[in-house]
Protein backbone atom coordinates (compact mmCIF):
# COMPACT_ATOMS: atom_id res chain seq x y z
CA UNK A 1 0.00 0.00 0.00
CA UNK A 2 3.07 2.29 0.66
CA UNK A 3 4.67 1.86 -2.64
CA UNK A 4 1.20 2.49 -4.49
CA UNK A 5 1.08 5.15 -2.87
CA UNK A 6 4.45 6.43 -3.61
CA UNK A 7 3.76 5.71 -7.12
CA UNK A 8 0.42 8.02 -7.11
CA UNK A 9 2.11 10.96 -5.22
CA UNK A 10 4.90 10.68 -8.32
CA UNK A 11 2.73 10.52 -10.99
CA UNK A 12 0.59 13.93 -9.76
CA UNK A 13 3.71 15.64 -8.78
CA UNK A 14 4.99 15.20 -11.88
CA UNK A 15 1.51 16.24 -14.33
CA UNK A 16 0.90 18.71 -12.17
CA UNK A 17 4.72 20.48 -12.77
CA UNK A 18 4.57 19.28 -16.19
CA UNK A 19 1.69 21.19 -16.74
CA UNK A 20 2.76 24.06 -14.73
CA UNK A 21 5.78 24.14 -17.02
CA UNK A 22 3.72 23.96 -20.34
CA UNK A 23 1.70 27.04 -19.36
CA UNK A 24 4.56 28.95 -18.84
CA UNK A 25 5.79 27.67 -22.09
CA UNK A 26 8.92 26.16 -19.91
CA UNK A 27 11.13 23.86 -20.67
CA UNK A 28 9.57 20.47 -19.21
CA UNK A 29 12.81 18.66 -19.03
CA UNK A 30 14.73 21.47 -17.19
CA UNK A 31 11.85 22.43 -14.82
CA UNK A 32 11.45 18.87 -13.68
CA UNK A 33 15.00 18.44 -12.78
CA UNK A 34 15.07 21.99 -10.67
CA UNK A 35 12.13 20.55 -8.71
CA UNK A 36 13.53 17.02 -8.44
CA UNK A 37 16.78 18.71 -6.43
CA UNK A 38 14.83 21.18 -4.39
CA UNK A 39 12.43 18.38 -3.22
CA UNK A 40 15.24 15.90 -2.73
CA UNK A 41 17.08 18.03 -0.10
CA UNK A 42 13.65 18.63 1.85
CA UNK A 43 13.25 17.22 5.00
CA UNK A 44 9.72 15.49 4.36
CA UNK A 45 10.30 13.82 1.29
CA UNK A 46 11.49 10.54 1.43
CA UNK A 47 15.15 9.61 0.04
CA UNK A 48 14.56 8.30 -3.15
CA UNK A 49 17.14 5.48 -4.72
CA UNK A 50 16.85 5.25 -8.39
CA UNK A 51 17.69 1.55 -9.27
CA UNK A 52 19.96 0.73 -12.20
CA UNK A 53 17.17 -2.45 -12.83
CA UNK A 54 14.22 -0.18 -12.54
CA UNK A 55 16.24 1.96 -14.97
CA UNK A 56 17.56 -0.50 -17.45
CA UNK A 57 14.45 -2.74 -17.47
CA UNK A 58 11.57 -0.92 -16.54
CA UNK A 59 11.85 2.65 -18.28
CA UNK A 60 14.81 1.85 -20.83
CA UNK A 61 12.89 -0.46 -22.90
CA UNK A 62 9.56 0.90 -23.24
CA UNK A 63 10.95 4.22 -24.04
CA UNK A 64 13.80 3.37 -26.89
CA UNK A 65 10.67 1.50 -28.28
CA UNK A 66 8.54 4.60 -28.40
CA UNK A 67 11.00 6.78 -29.80
CA UNK A 68 11.95 4.06 -32.73
CA UNK A 69 8.18 3.38 -33.05
CA UNK A 70 8.40 6.85 -34.30
CA UNK A 71 11.60 7.51 -36.21
CA UNK A 72 11.82 7.00 -39.55
CA UNK A 73 13.46 3.92 -40.73
CA UNK A 74 13.83 5.53 -44.16
CA UNK A 75 15.13 9.17 -42.86
CA UNK A 76 17.26 6.38 -40.45
CA UNK A 77 19.02 4.78 -43.46
CA UNK A 78 19.80 7.92 -45.41
CA UNK A 79 22.03 9.43 -42.17
CA UNK A 80 23.18 5.77 -41.08
CA UNK A 81 26.71 7.28 -41.66
CA UNK A 82 26.55 10.08 -39.12
CA UNK A 83 24.22 8.12 -36.55
CA UNK A 84 27.17 5.43 -36.25
CA UNK A 85 29.54 7.90 -36.35
CA UNK A 86 28.57 9.34 -33.28
CA UNK A 87 26.75 6.43 -31.64
CA UNK A 88 29.80 4.04 -31.79
CA UNK A 89 32.82 6.32 -32.82
CA UNK A 90 31.84 9.53 -30.26
CA UNK A 91 30.79 7.39 -27.29
CA UNK A 92 34.05 5.32 -27.60
CA UNK A 93 36.27 8.45 -27.86
CA UNK A 94 34.34 10.51 -25.08
CA UNK A 95 34.63 7.55 -22.94
CA UNK A 96 38.88 7.52 -23.61
CA UNK A 97 39.11 11.39 -23.43
CA UNK A 98 37.29 11.37 -20.00
CA UNK A 99 39.48 8.33 -18.50
CA UNK A 100 42.06 10.73 -19.47
CA UNK A 101 40.78 13.75 -17.66
CA UNK A 102 39.72 11.78 -14.81
CA UNK A 103 42.54 9.65 -14.22
CA UNK A 104 44.80 13.02 -14.38
CA UNK A 105 43.35 14.67 -11.81
CA UNK A 106 42.60 11.37 -9.35
CA UNK A 107 45.94 9.57 -10.28
CA UNK A 108 45.24 7.14 -7.85
CA UNK A 109 41.95 6.08 -9.61
CA UNK A 110 42.44 2.53 -11.43
CA UNK A 111 42.60 2.66 -15.10
CA UNK A 112 39.72 0.47 -15.72
CA UNK A 113 37.44 2.60 -13.08
CA UNK A 114 38.11 5.60 -15.19
CA UNK A 115 37.57 4.45 -18.40
CA UNK A 116 33.81 3.13 -16.57
CA UNK A 117 33.56 6.99 -15.63
CA UNK A 118 33.84 7.41 -19.23
CA UNK A 119 31.75 5.14 -20.63
CA UNK A 120 29.06 6.53 -18.06
CA UNK A 121 28.70 9.36 -19.14
CA UNK A 122 29.58 9.08 -22.90
CA UNK A 123 26.28 8.34 -24.39
CA UNK A 124 23.71 11.52 -25.00
CA UNK A 125 19.72 10.78 -23.75
CA UNK A 126 17.60 9.96 -26.47
CA UNK A 127 14.51 11.70 -24.40
CA UNK A 128 16.85 14.80 -23.32
CA UNK A 129 18.01 15.37 -27.13
CA UNK A 130 14.77 14.76 -28.85
CA UNK A 131 12.25 16.50 -26.13
CA UNK A 132 14.15 19.93 -26.11
CA UNK A 133 15.40 19.96 -30.47
CA UNK A 134 11.70 18.86 -31.41
CA UNK A 135 10.04 21.57 -28.91
CA UNK A 136 12.53 24.58 -30.29
CA UNK A 137 11.74 23.22 -33.71
CA UNK A 138 15.42 22.09 -35.12
CA UNK A 139 16.05 20.94 -38.92
CA UNK A 140 14.58 17.63 -39.16
CA UNK A 141 17.93 16.36 -40.41
CA UNK A 142 19.56 17.05 -37.21
CA UNK A 143 15.98 15.58 -35.30
CA UNK A 144 16.49 12.64 -37.35
CA UNK A 145 20.28 11.93 -36.73
CA UNK A 146 19.86 12.67 -32.83
CA UNK A 147 17.62 10.21 -32.13
CA UNK A 148 19.52 7.61 -34.44
CA UNK A 149 22.73 8.39 -32.30
CA UNK A 150 20.34 8.13 -29.30
CA UNK A 151 18.70 5.28 -30.02
CA UNK A 152 21.97 3.29 -30.67
CA UNK A 153 24.29 4.96 -28.18
CA UNK A 154 23.14 3.52 -25.14
CA UNK A 155 24.53 -0.34 -26.52
CA UNK A 156 27.98 1.19 -27.37
CA UNK A 157 28.84 2.55 -23.79
CA UNK A 158 26.74 -0.34 -22.05
CA UNK A 159 29.07 -2.67 -23.75
CA UNK A 160 32.46 -0.26 -23.21
CA UNK A 161 31.12 -0.28 -19.15
CA UNK A 162 30.87 -3.64 -18.55
CA UNK A 163 33.97 -4.26 -20.39
CA UNK A 164 36.01 -1.75 -18.31
CA UNK A 165 34.26 -3.39 -15.22
CA UNK A 166 35.63 -6.81 -16.53
CA UNK A 167 39.13 -5.51 -16.41
CA UNK A 168 38.83 -3.88 -13.18
CA UNK A 169 38.91 -7.29 -11.58
CA UNK A 170 41.22 -8.97 -14.01
CA UNK A 171 43.09 -8.49 -17.60
CA UNK A 172 40.77 -8.68 -20.82
CA UNK A 173 42.48 -8.90 -23.84
CA UNK A 174 42.11 -6.50 -26.69
CA UNK A 175 40.56 -9.65 -28.54
CA UNK A 176 38.08 -10.31 -25.73
CA UNK A 177 36.94 -6.35 -26.10
CA UNK A 178 36.12 -6.75 -29.99
CA UNK A 179 34.40 -10.62 -29.68
CA UNK A 180 32.32 -8.84 -26.82
CA UNK A 181 31.05 -5.89 -29.03
CA UNK A 182 30.24 -7.87 -31.98
CA UNK A 183 28.65 -10.67 -30.02
CA UNK A 184 26.16 -7.89 -28.09
CA UNK A 185 25.87 -6.27 -31.02
CA UNK A 186 25.24 -8.40 -33.76
CA UNK A 187 23.41 -10.68 -31.18
CA UNK A 188 21.04 -7.47 -30.45
CA UNK A 189 20.02 -7.06 -33.88
CA UNK A 190 19.37 -10.19 -34.72
CA UNK A 191 17.17 -10.75 -31.51
CA UNK A 192 15.51 -7.64 -32.84
CA UNK A 193 14.91 -8.76 -36.22
CA UNK A 194 13.59 -12.22 -35.28
CA UNK A 195 11.17 -10.42 -32.67
CA UNK A 196 10.03 -8.41 -35.67
CA UNK A 197 9.61 -11.53 -37.74
CA UNK A 198 7.34 -12.79 -34.84
CA UNK A 199 5.21 -9.93 -34.34
CA UNK A 200 4.51 -9.82 -37.94
CA UNK A 201 3.84 -13.46 -38.46
CA UNK A 202 1.01 -12.21 -35.16
CA UNK A 203 -0.30 -9.45 -35.95
CA UNK A 204 -1.78 -10.42 -39.76
CA UNK A 205 -3.86 -12.63 -37.85
CA UNK A 206 -4.97 -10.37 -35.72
CA UNK A 207 -7.36 -7.82 -36.25
CA UNK A 208 -8.47 -6.73 -32.65
CA UNK A 209 -7.13 -3.78 -31.65
CA UNK A 210 -7.19 -4.36 -28.21
CA UNK A 211 -5.12 -7.29 -28.66
CA UNK A 212 -2.58 -5.89 -31.17
CA UNK A 213 -2.10 -2.92 -28.15
CA UNK A 214 -1.57 -5.39 -25.61
CA UNK A 215 0.62 -7.55 -27.77
CA UNK A 216 3.22 -3.92 -28.22
CA UNK A 217 3.14 -3.48 -24.74
CA UNK A 218 4.79 -6.61 -24.53
CA UNK A 219 7.39 -6.43 -27.49
CA UNK A 220 9.98 -4.11 -25.45
CA UNK A 221 10.07 -5.92 -22.42
CA UNK A 222 9.99 -9.63 -24.67
CA UNK A 223 13.23 -8.63 -27.13
CA UNK A 224 14.95 -6.66 -24.30
CA UNK A 225 15.21 -9.97 -21.60
CA UNK A 226 15.65 -12.61 -25.00
CA UNK A 227 18.39 -10.44 -25.93
CA UNK A 228 20.27 -9.84 -22.46
CA UNK A 229 19.37 -13.73 -21.87
CA UNK A 230 21.80 -14.64 -24.14
CA UNK A 231 24.01 -11.72 -23.28
CA UNK A 232 23.54 -9.82 -26.43
CA UNK A 233 22.57 -6.34 -26.30
CA UNK A 234 18.79 -5.80 -25.36
CA UNK A 235 19.37 -2.29 -26.27
CA UNK A 236 19.85 -3.16 -29.61
CA UNK A 237 17.23 -5.49 -29.62
CA UNK A 238 14.38 -2.67 -28.81
CA UNK A 239 15.43 -0.22 -31.10
CA UNK A 240 15.60 -2.72 -34.27
CA UNK A 241 12.28 -4.39 -33.55
CA UNK A 242 10.83 -1.05 -33.02
CA UNK A 243 12.59 0.45 -36.04
CA UNK A 244 10.86 -2.86 -38.18
CA UNK A 245 7.80 -3.13 -36.18
CA UNK A 246 6.52 1.01 -37.15
CA UNK A 247 7.91 1.00 -40.68
CA UNK A 248 5.73 -1.82 -41.26
CA UNK A 249 3.00 -1.07 -39.39
CA UNK A 250 0.60 0.22 -42.38
CA UNK A 251 0.98 -3.02 -43.81
CA UNK A 252 1.00 -5.55 -40.62
CA UNK A 253 -1.48 -3.56 -38.24
CA UNK A 254 -5.46 -2.62 -39.13
CA UNK A 255 -6.09 1.21 -39.26
CA UNK A 256 -7.93 1.33 -35.70
CA UNK A 257 -5.19 -1.21 -34.61
CA UNK A 258 -2.10 1.76 -35.46
CA UNK A 259 -4.76 4.64 -34.18
CA UNK A 260 -4.53 2.50 -30.81
CA UNK A 261 -1.05 1.76 -30.55
CA UNK A 262 -0.23 5.28 -31.60
CA UNK A 263 -2.01 6.89 -28.93
CA UNK A 264 -1.06 4.34 -25.99
CA UNK A 265 2.53 4.48 -26.69
CA UNK A 266 2.53 8.63 -27.14
CA UNK A 267 0.45 8.31 -22.79
CA UNK A 268 3.16 6.02 -21.87
CA UNK A 269 6.36 7.81 -22.91
CA UNK A 270 4.63 11.36 -21.94
CA UNK A 271 4.15 9.98 -18.59
CA UNK A 272 7.76 7.76 -18.16
CA UNK A 273 9.90 10.96 -19.70
CA UNK A 274 8.58 13.21 -17.82
CA UNK A 275 9.08 10.95 -14.26
CA UNK A 276 12.44 10.27 -15.17
CA UNK A 277 13.69 13.89 -14.86
CA UNK A 278 12.05 14.01 -11.55
CA UNK A 279 13.72 11.02 -10.61
CA UNK A 280 16.87 12.19 -11.89
CA UNK A 281 16.94 15.29 -9.93
CA UNK A 282 15.99 13.69 -6.37
CA UNK A 283 18.92 11.81 -6.72
CA UNK A 284 21.24 14.77 -5.95
CA UNK A 285 20.11 14.42 -2.22
CA UNK A 286 21.77 11.30 -1.15
CA UNK A 287 24.46 11.34 -3.53
CA UNK A 288 25.88 14.45 -2.37
CA UNK A 289 25.62 13.40 1.32
CA UNK A 290 27.68 9.75 -0.05
CA UNK A 291 30.65 12.11 -1.57
CA UNK A 292 30.36 14.12 1.98
CA UNK A 293 32.04 10.87 3.14
CA UNK A 294 34.79 10.24 0.51
CA UNK A 295 38.75 10.46 1.38
CA UNK A 296 39.42 13.04 -1.74
CA UNK A 297 39.20 16.76 -0.99
CA UNK A 298 36.23 18.69 -1.63
CA UNK A 299 38.25 20.96 -4.38
CA UNK A 300 39.64 17.91 -5.82
CA UNK A 301 35.85 16.50 -6.25
CA UNK A 302 34.84 19.97 -7.22
CA UNK A 303 37.17 19.74 -10.06
CA UNK A 304 36.89 16.29 -11.56
CA UNK A 305 33.16 16.53 -11.86
CA UNK A 306 34.06 20.04 -13.28
CA UNK A 307 36.17 18.58 -15.54
CA UNK A 308 34.05 15.64 -17.10
CA UNK A 309 31.39 18.05 -17.55
CA UNK A 310 33.45 20.36 -20.08
CA UNK A 311 35.54 17.16 -21.29
CA UNK A 312 31.72 15.28 -22.84
CA UNK A 313 31.24 18.67 -24.14
CA UNK A 314 34.21 19.85 -25.56
CA UNK A 315 34.79 16.60 -26.96
CA UNK A 316 31.76 16.53 -29.10
CA UNK A 317 32.28 19.46 -30.37
CA UNK A 318 36.10 17.76 -31.36
CA UNK A 319 34.48 14.95 -32.92
CA UNK A 320 31.56 16.56 -34.83
CA UNK A 321 33.34 19.03 -37.34
CA UNK A 322 36.15 16.55 -38.45
CA UNK A 323 33.43 13.65 -38.36
CA UNK A 324 31.60 15.68 -41.13
CA UNK A 325 33.86 17.11 -43.02
CA UNK A 326 36.27 14.10 -43.23
CA UNK A 327 34.14 11.55 -43.19
CA UNK A 328 30.50 12.23 -43.46
CA UNK A 329 30.64 14.73 -46.57
CA UNK A 330 27.37 15.18 -46.39
CA UNK A 331 25.28 16.38 -49.90
CA UNK A 332 22.44 18.81 -50.13
CA UNK A 333 19.61 18.17 -47.71
CA UNK A 334 16.59 16.28 -49.44
CA UNK A 335 14.61 18.31 -47.48
CA UNK A 336 15.89 21.76 -48.69
CA UNK A 337 17.86 21.22 -52.00
CA UNK A 338 20.87 23.16 -49.68
CA UNK A 339 24.23 21.74 -48.50
CA UNK A 340 23.47 22.28 -44.67
CA UNK A 341 26.46 24.80 -43.35
CA UNK A 342 28.61 24.94 -40.79
CA UNK A 343 25.90 26.12 -37.75
CA UNK A 344 24.01 22.81 -38.54
CA UNK A 345 27.10 20.92 -37.30
CA UNK A 346 27.80 23.18 -34.49
CA UNK A 347 24.06 22.86 -32.98
CA UNK A 348 24.29 18.71 -33.46
CA UNK A 349 27.32 18.81 -31.28
CA UNK A 350 25.89 21.38 -28.88
CA UNK A 351 22.79 19.03 -28.53
CA UNK A 352 24.78 16.47 -26.42
CA UNK A 353 22.56 16.59 -23.52
CA UNK A 354 22.91 13.35 -20.84
CA UNK A 355 19.85 11.50 -19.10
CA UNK A 356 18.60 8.51 -17.05
CA UNK A 357 20.65 6.12 -18.42
CA UNK A 358 24.20 7.61 -17.77
CA UNK A 359 22.59 7.28 -14.14
CA UNK A 360 21.47 4.16 -14.06
CA UNK A 361 25.03 2.92 -15.82
CA UNK A 362 26.76 4.65 -13.20
CA UNK A 363 24.84 2.42 -10.89
CA UNK A 364 26.29 -0.71 -12.02
CA UNK A 365 29.74 0.14 -11.04
CA UNK A 366 29.78 -2.79 -7.57
CA UNK A 367 29.13 -1.16 -4.31
CA UNK A 368 32.95 -1.69 -3.65
CA UNK A 369 34.42 -0.01 -5.99
CA UNK A 370 37.20 2.35 -4.41
CA UNK A 371 35.36 5.86 -5.04
CA UNK A 372 32.45 4.78 -6.31
CA UNK A 373 30.43 7.64 -5.30
CA UNK A 374 32.82 10.16 -7.00
CA UNK A 375 31.80 8.22 -9.84
CA UNK A 376 28.07 8.83 -9.00
CA UNK A 377 28.39 11.98 -8.41
CA UNK A 378 30.45 12.73 -11.99
CA UNK A 379 27.49 10.81 -13.12
CA UNK A 380 24.58 13.62 -11.70
CA UNK A 381 26.58 16.21 -12.14
CA UNK A 382 27.31 15.54 -16.13
CA UNK A 383 23.55 14.79 -16.49
CA UNK A 384 22.48 18.00 -14.36
CA UNK A 385 25.14 19.93 -15.80
CA UNK A 386 24.31 19.32 -19.65
CA UNK A 387 20.98 19.37 -19.25
CA UNK A 388 21.08 22.75 -17.90
CA UNK A 389 23.56 24.68 -19.81
CA UNK A 390 23.32 22.93 -23.13
CA UNK A 391 19.85 22.70 -23.06
CA UNK A 392 18.61 25.86 -21.80
CA UNK A 393 21.01 27.76 -24.09
CA UNK A 394 20.31 25.42 -27.35
CA UNK A 395 17.36 27.94 -28.32
CA UNK A 396 19.57 30.77 -27.99
CA UNK A 397 21.81 28.99 -29.99
CA UNK A 398 19.97 27.86 -32.48
CA UNK A 399 18.55 31.13 -32.75
CA UNK A 400 21.72 32.92 -32.79
CA UNK A 401 23.21 30.87 -35.69
CA UNK A 402 19.69 31.24 -37.40
CA UNK A 403 19.35 27.61 -37.89
CA UNK A 404 15.82 27.43 -39.37
CA UNK A 405 12.77 25.47 -37.66
CA UNK A 406 11.16 23.23 -40.24
CA UNK A 407 9.12 25.10 -42.75
CA UNK A 408 5.75 24.92 -42.01
CA UNK A 409 4.41 25.79 -45.23
CA UNK A 410 6.63 24.02 -47.27
CA UNK A 411 5.17 20.71 -45.04
CA UNK A 412 1.62 22.03 -46.22
CA UNK A 413 2.74 21.85 -49.56
CA UNK A 414 4.21 18.63 -49.31
CA UNK A 415 1.09 17.51 -47.62
CA UNK A 416 -1.05 18.73 -50.24
CA UNK A 417 0.75 17.27 -52.92
CA UNK A 418 0.73 13.80 -51.41
CA UNK A 419 -2.73 13.76 -51.04
CA UNK A 420 -3.42 15.17 -54.37
CA UNK A 421 -1.40 12.11 -56.00
CA UNK A 422 -2.53 10.23 -53.28
CA UNK A 423 -6.46 10.71 -54.30
CA UNK A 424 -5.46 10.27 -58.17
CA UNK A 425 -4.54 7.00 -57.38
CA UNK A 426 -7.35 6.08 -55.60
CA UNK A 427 -10.03 7.74 -58.61
CA UNK A 428 -7.81 5.84 -61.54
CA UNK A 429 -9.50 2.95 -59.14
CA UNK A 430 -13.30 4.43 -59.32
CA UNK A 431 -12.79 4.57 -63.10
CA UNK A 432 -12.33 0.83 -63.40
CA UNK A 433 -15.42 0.59 -61.68
CA UNK A 434 -17.78 -0.87 -64.42
CA UNK A 435 -20.83 -1.68 -62.36
CA UNK A 436 -24.18 0.46 -62.57
CA UNK A 437 -24.31 3.42 -60.68
CA UNK A 438 -28.20 4.37 -59.73
CA UNK A 439 -27.37 6.05 -56.22
CA UNK A 440 -24.43 8.23 -57.32
CA UNK A 441 -22.15 6.60 -55.01
CA UNK A 442 -19.43 7.75 -57.44
CA UNK A 443 -19.80 11.30 -57.55
CA UNK A 444 -20.42 11.35 -53.75
CA UNK A 445 -16.71 9.41 -53.28
CA UNK A 446 -15.08 11.70 -55.70
CA UNK A 447 -16.96 15.04 -54.09
CA UNK A 448 -15.26 13.93 -50.65
CA UNK A 449 -12.11 13.29 -51.99
CA UNK A 450 -12.36 16.65 -53.23
CA UNK A 451 -13.03 18.20 -50.51
CA UNK A 452 -10.23 16.82 -48.39
CA UNK A 453 -7.90 17.49 -50.80
CA UNK A 454 -8.91 21.48 -51.03
CA UNK A 455 -8.57 21.42 -47.66
CA UNK A 456 -4.94 20.40 -47.81
CA UNK A 457 -3.93 22.88 -50.69
CA UNK A 458 -6.10 25.91 -48.22
CA UNK A 459 -3.46 25.97 -45.96
CA UNK A 460 -1.39 27.52 -48.89
CA UNK A 461 -2.10 31.26 -49.30
CA UNK A 462 -2.69 34.03 -47.86
CA UNK A 463 -5.81 34.83 -46.07
CA UNK A 464 -8.27 37.93 -47.04
CA UNK A 465 -8.60 39.54 -43.17
CA UNK A 466 -11.43 37.64 -41.57
CA UNK A 467 -12.31 36.40 -44.61
CA UNK A 468 -12.57 32.60 -44.05
CA UNK A 469 -11.67 29.53 -47.09
CA UNK A 470 -14.40 27.48 -48.01
CA UNK A 471 -13.24 24.63 -45.64
CA UNK A 472 -12.60 27.03 -42.74
CA UNK A 473 -15.96 27.80 -42.66
CA UNK A 474 -17.22 24.40 -42.94
CA UNK A 475 -14.99 23.32 -39.99
CA UNK A 476 -16.44 25.86 -38.07
CA UNK A 477 -20.05 25.25 -39.09
CA UNK A 478 -19.77 21.50 -38.69
CA UNK A 479 -18.27 21.76 -35.49
CA UNK A 480 -21.40 23.77 -34.11
CA UNK A 481 -23.34 20.95 -36.06
CA UNK A 482 -21.57 18.52 -34.11
CA UNK A 483 -22.12 20.12 -30.75
CA UNK A 484 -25.82 20.32 -31.10
CA UNK A 485 -25.56 16.60 -32.03
CA UNK A 486 -24.06 15.80 -29.15
CA UNK A 487 -25.97 17.56 -26.90
CA UNK A 488 -29.34 15.77 -28.18
CA UNK A 489 -27.42 12.22 -27.93
CA UNK A 490 -27.07 13.25 -23.77
CA UNK A 491 -30.24 14.56 -23.81
CA UNK A 492 -31.54 11.06 -25.21
CA UNK A 493 -29.18 8.89 -22.94
CA UNK A 494 -30.64 10.45 -19.39
CA UNK A 495 -34.11 9.06 -20.65
CA UNK A 496 -32.54 5.53 -20.70
CA UNK A 497 -34.56 4.42 -23.19
CA UNK A 498 -31.32 3.64 -25.80
CA UNK A 499 -29.00 1.12 -24.98
CA UNK A 500 -25.73 2.55 -23.60
CA UNK A 501 -23.89 0.51 -26.19
CA UNK A 502 -25.62 2.77 -28.75
CA UNK A 503 -25.37 5.72 -27.19
CA UNK A 504 -21.46 5.57 -26.79
CA UNK A 505 -21.32 4.41 -29.92
CA UNK A 506 -22.69 7.23 -31.52
CA UNK A 507 -20.93 9.44 -29.14
CA UNK A 508 -17.56 7.57 -30.66
CA UNK A 509 -18.74 8.40 -34.34
CA UNK A 510 -18.84 11.93 -32.97
CA UNK A 511 -15.86 12.33 -31.65
CA UNK A 512 -13.67 10.76 -34.68
CA UNK A 513 -15.25 13.60 -36.67
CA UNK A 514 -14.69 16.17 -34.55
CA UNK A 515 -10.98 15.38 -33.42
CA UNK A 516 -10.48 15.12 -37.43
CA UNK A 517 -11.92 18.97 -37.38
CA UNK A 518 -10.01 20.06 -34.78
CA UNK A 519 -6.40 18.74 -36.66
CA UNK A 520 -7.25 20.55 -39.64
CA UNK A 521 -7.97 23.84 -37.84
CA UNK A 522 -4.61 23.19 -35.85
CA UNK A 523 -2.27 22.96 -38.98
CA UNK A 524 -3.91 25.87 -40.06
CA UNK A 525 -3.10 27.89 -37.33
CA UNK A 526 0.25 27.16 -36.74
CA UNK A 527 0.81 27.84 -40.76
CA UNK A 528 -0.66 31.64 -40.09
CA UNK A 529 2.24 31.97 -37.10
CA UNK A 530 5.32 30.99 -39.02
CA UNK A 531 4.31 31.14 -42.95
CA UNK A 532 7.40 31.38 -44.98
CA UNK A 533 8.36 30.97 -48.95
CA UNK A 534 7.60 27.09 -50.02
CA UNK A 535 9.83 27.16 -52.84
CA UNK A 536 10.80 23.11 -53.24
CA UNK A 537 10.24 20.29 -52.06
CA UNK A 538 12.20 17.92 -53.77
CA UNK A 539 9.58 16.86 -56.71
CA UNK A 540 10.34 17.58 -60.15
CA UNK A 541 9.19 15.96 -63.75
CA UNK A 542 10.15 16.83 -67.50
CA UNK A 543 7.11 20.03 -67.53
CA UNK A 544 8.41 21.35 -64.48
CA UNK A 545 12.19 21.49 -65.50
CA UNK A 546 11.14 22.89 -68.93
CA UNK A 547 9.01 25.68 -67.47
CA UNK A 548 10.45 29.18 -66.90
CA UNK A 549 10.69 29.79 -63.17
CA UNK A 550 8.25 33.20 -63.29
CA UNK A 551 6.24 34.89 -65.20
CA UNK A 552 4.68 38.35 -65.48
CA UNK A 553 1.39 37.88 -64.41
CA UNK A 554 -1.49 39.63 -66.83
CA UNK A 555 -4.28 40.62 -63.65
CA UNK A 556 -1.95 40.76 -60.68
CA UNK A 557 -3.75 40.43 -57.47
CA UNK A 558 -6.91 39.58 -59.19
CA UNK A 559 -7.96 36.31 -61.08
CA UNK A 560 -9.30 38.13 -64.73
CA UNK A 561 -12.18 35.27 -64.89
CA UNK A 562 -13.57 35.91 -61.68
CA UNK A 563 -13.20 39.56 -61.86
CA UNK A 564 -15.50 39.10 -65.47
CA UNK A 565 -17.95 37.16 -63.94
CA UNK A 566 -18.40 39.02 -60.22
CA UNK A 567 -17.31 35.94 -58.74
CA UNK A 568 -14.90 35.28 -55.86
CA UNK A 569 -11.55 33.44 -55.88
CA UNK A 570 -9.76 31.72 -52.44
CA UNK A 571 -6.21 31.20 -53.78
CA UNK A 572 -4.56 33.02 -57.06
CA UNK A 573 -2.19 30.65 -59.58
CA UNK A 574 -0.38 32.24 -62.73
CA UNK A 575 0.15 29.85 -65.74
CA UNK A 576 3.90 29.57 -66.64
CA UNK A 577 3.14 29.87 -70.61
CA UNK A 578 1.02 32.80 -70.68
CA UNK A 579 1.05 34.35 -67.59
CA UNK A 580 -3.19 33.82 -67.28
CA UNK A 581 -4.30 34.35 -63.75
CA UNK A 582 -6.81 31.58 -62.28
CA UNK A 583 -8.14 30.76 -59.18
CA UNK A 584 -7.53 27.35 -57.37
CA UNK A 585 -9.71 24.66 -57.07
CA UNK A 586 -11.20 25.43 -54.24
CA UNK A 587 -12.83 28.69 -55.91
CA UNK A 588 -16.19 28.09 -57.52
CA UNK A 589 -15.56 27.79 -60.68
CA UNK A 590 -11.62 26.71 -60.56
CA UNK A 591 -10.41 28.85 -63.30
CA UNK A 592 -7.04 27.81 -63.04
CA UNK A 593 -7.90 24.06 -63.71
CA UNK A 594 -10.13 25.45 -66.77
CA UNK A 595 -7.50 27.42 -68.00
CA UNK A 596 -5.43 24.24 -68.45
CA UNK A 597 -8.31 22.50 -70.13
CA UNK A 598 -8.89 24.71 -72.72
CA UNK A 599 -4.96 25.95 -73.88
CA UNK A 600 -3.16 22.80 -71.99
CA UNK A 601 -0.75 24.81 -70.85
CA UNK A 602 1.03 21.96 -68.43
CA UNK A 603 2.34 24.12 -65.14
CA UNK A 604 1.44 27.12 -63.46
CA UNK A 605 2.64 28.63 -60.45
CA UNK A 606 1.60 30.04 -57.25
CA UNK A 607 0.53 33.96 -57.58
CA UNK A 608 0.19 33.71 -53.18
CA UNK A 609 2.56 36.27 -51.72
CA UNK A 610 5.84 34.56 -50.78
CA UNK A 611 5.02 31.61 -52.72
CA UNK A 612 6.78 30.29 -55.69
CA UNK A 613 5.93 26.85 -56.31
CA UNK A 614 4.97 25.35 -59.30
CA UNK A 615 2.53 22.90 -60.13
CA UNK A 616 2.35 20.46 -62.99
CA UNK A 617 -1.34 19.76 -64.15
CA UNK A 618 -0.21 16.10 -66.37
CA UNK A 619 2.40 15.06 -63.71
CA UNK A 620 0.47 15.98 -60.54
CA UNK A 621 3.52 17.16 -59.14
CA UNK A 622 5.31 20.51 -57.78
CA UNK A 623 8.81 21.72 -57.63
Keep these: MEIAFSLIVLAVVVLTITAFAGRLELSEPLVLIGAGIILGFL ?41 LLLSVGLVIFTAIGVALVVKWIIPDMDWAIALAVGAVVAPPDAIAATAIARRIGLPRRI ?27 GSVALWEVGLDFVVAAGGGVLIGIATFVVVAKVRK ?104 LLAVIVLRLLWVFPARYLLVRPGPDPSTGRKPPWTYTFVLGWAGMRGVVTLAAAFLVPEDTEYREIVLLIAFTVVAGTLFIQGMSLPWVARRLEVPPPDRAEDALARATLLHQATQAGLDVLKEETQDDPHLVRA ?68 VEESMLDYATVAQERLEEGRVNAARIGGTCDDLEAAPSYREPNTPGECEDCVRQGTTWVHLRTCLACGHVGCCDSSQYRHATAHFRETGHRVMQSAEPGESWRWCFVHHQTG
Aim: proline share 5%; glycine share 6%; net charge negative.
Design 43 to 83: PFVPEVHLHEEVVLLGLLPPLLYSAALQTSLVDFNANRRPI
Design 143 to 169: VTILEGESLLNDATALVTLRTALAAAV
Design 205 to 308: KVTDPLLDTAISLVVPFAAYVAAEKVHASGVLAVVVAGLLLGHKAPILQTAPSRIAERTNWRTIAYVLENTVFLLIGLQAQWIVEDVADSSLSGARIVLVCAAS
Design 444 to 511: AIKSRLEQRNFAAWEQLGSTNGDQETPSQTYARVRLEMIEAERGKVLEVRSGGNIPQDVVREVLGMLD
